[in-house]
């Protein structure tokens, strides 16, 4: 198996499980551990440099928040985040740490990179500081080189977050880091067909190996490669995966990571082209499936315009999905979806009579059973670069939440990026009061009211810029930033990180 580079050390022999199956070791796992997170004293030693007060973590549990990204307790002793990046050379990548506390918060940053040849991966540590109610930009690849990487935080206390932009050639991205590790990590929509290529990179960043089992729905089934059953990312170790090698020729695709043992962190890396259109998504899986899923802010942008969703059901029953649309005004008939067993479904927004054209409306997905759900855009031929870009939907309604910028002023995610809109829904049965604040500000940017299962847009003039947003609701709300330069809104979208009181 190749990463998208092509390039990498062979595979490596591994024991056989219990199960009498042969494990087999990630086609790239990088080969030395992440010792900010491997031991008490591994922890202890390195952050003294840093802070003496910095406690070390426990091994990282499942994530409480079904989207994986709440915002750590302000008050916590110890908080972590992990970043994954199988892009290899074809996207460079900034992390940016947002601390939504009025107190500094001291870090370790541990990053590790591909090998050159089969020797051990280049590893970096580096302490980091994250003032109060402010954002600082890392590159993850300082001292490693231009591949594929992941990198582990450590934190004295809680209420930092992280988030990362990835860019180049074909276009760029925006997606949240994980605040903990799972069993399990879900993405729905993917393609291999002409020159698309799909990456998986799986991160373990505890102390204990994780053995996993991936599998796909494609339009023509369930595709279990064997060299995927038993796949083993072992301690503090990146392993990236080629899914073209296994999945060819598949113009949807959904995958799923179950955890035999151990916990990780997956995201998949979309290279997209058509023509002389192209687009790049990086995306962090759903840690759990759900029965709800939530899309903010959706546009559907004209004639030569898709809006698709990606509907997968990896259950052995058929689940029957019923997508439902929130207008600032006006309403549409909302359409009943069959997803059988074992399946991922195409459902066309673009084509369902009554919406819009170029009018945001928000989406919502209730199945009859656990699904994972995923939305593509793509923008009119002709249309500024990028033409296309992906996201995964929230599953999470919260009365706060924040939402970073894709970047800051001195280190933008990508040249002349900016907020274009922020959309805030209200699901509930009850009116929310919404009040939208830049940190680290204290003065309102917006307050207004959303109606049940309303939708509110703030246009560029109130949220332009590369501005952090609080949103503080009365009632749960889900929210999504869409971010420009891009073809269309919604090719390049973030949905922030709720907070989990």
Avoid at 398 to 418: C, D, E, L, Y
Wanted: charged residues 10%; glycine residues 12%.
């Amino acid at each position: 198996m190749t990463d998208p580079d092509g390039a990498g050390p062979d595979d490596q022999a591994a024991p056989s499980t219990g199960s009498g199956r042969q494990r087999r070791v990630g086609a790239h796992p990088e080969h030395r551990r992440w010792t900010a997170m491997i031991s008490v004293v591994a922890v202890v030693a390195a952050v003294a440099v840093i802070s003496s007060a910095l406690p070390a973590p426990t091994a990282a549990p499942a994530p409480a928040g079904a989207d994986g990204v709440p915002v750590p307790p302000a008050n916590a002793r110890a908080s972590s985040a992990v970043c994954v990046g199988g892009t290899g050379t074809a996207a460079a990548t900034t992390i940016y740490l947002t601390n939504t506390t009025p107190r500094t918060v001291a870090g370790m940053m541990t990053s590790i990179g591909q090998p050159v040849s089969t020797g051990p991966a280049p590893t970096v540590q580096r302490s980091v500081d994250v003032p109060a109610l402010d954002t600082v930009a890392v590159d993850p690849t300082s001292g490693l080189g231009q591949a594929s990487n992941a990198s582990s935080f450590v934190f004295a206390g809680g209420g930092v977050v992280a988030s990362q932009v990835v860019g180049g050639p074909g276009g760029w991205s925006t997606a949240p880091c994980a605040s903990q590790a799972g069993p399990q990590w879900s993405f729905a929509g993917g393609s291999t067909t002409g020159a698309n290529t799909l990456t998986l990179a799986l991160s373990d960043p505890t102390a204990t190996e994780a053995v996993v089992d991936i599998s796909f729905l494609t339009a023509t089934g369930v595709i279990t490669p064997q060299a995927y059953q038993g796949l083993v990312v072992p301690a503090g170790q990146l392993a990236v995966e080629n899914v073209g090698q296994f999945v060819q020729n598949a113009s949807d695709i959904a995958t799923f990571v179950t955890a035999e043992s151990g916990a990780l962190v997956g995201a998949e890396f979309q290279q997209w082209s058509s023509g002389s259109g192209s687009g790049v998504s990086l995306r962090l899986g759903a840690p759990a499936l759900s029965t709800t899923w939530r899309f903010a802010q959706t546009t559907s942008g004209g004639p030569g315009s898709a809006v698709d969703f990606d509907l997968a059901n990896p259950g052995r029953s058929p689940a029957t999905a019923t997508v439902s649309f929130s207008l600032s005004s006006g309403t549409v008939v909302p359409q009943r979806v069959s997803v059988p067993a074992s399946s991922i479904v195409d459902f066309s927004a673009s084509a369902t009579p009554g919406l819009p054209q170029q009018v945001p409306y928000s989406v919502t997905i209730d199945s009859s059973a656990p699904i994972v759900a995923g939305r593509s855009v793509e923008a009119a031929t002709g249309s500024p670069a990028p033409v296309w870009g992906s996201s995964s939907g929230t599953v999470t309604a919260a009365r706060r939440w924040v939402v970073p910028g894709p970047g800051i002023a001195s280190q933008p995610g990508t040249a002349g990026a900016t907020v274009e809109s922020l959309a805030v829904v209200n699901p509930s049965g009850s009116a929310a009061r919404v009040t939208v604040t830049s940190l680290p500000g204290d003065r309102p940017v917006a307050m207004f009211a959303v109606a049940p299962d309303g939708v509110a847009v703030l246009g560029a003039k109130l949220v332009g810029g590369l501005s952090v947003f609080s949103i503080t609701s009365s009632q749960p709300v889900t929210v999504e930033e869409d971010s420009q330069p891009s073809g269309a809104p919604g090719v390049v979208s973030s949905t922030g990180f709720p907070f989990a009181d």
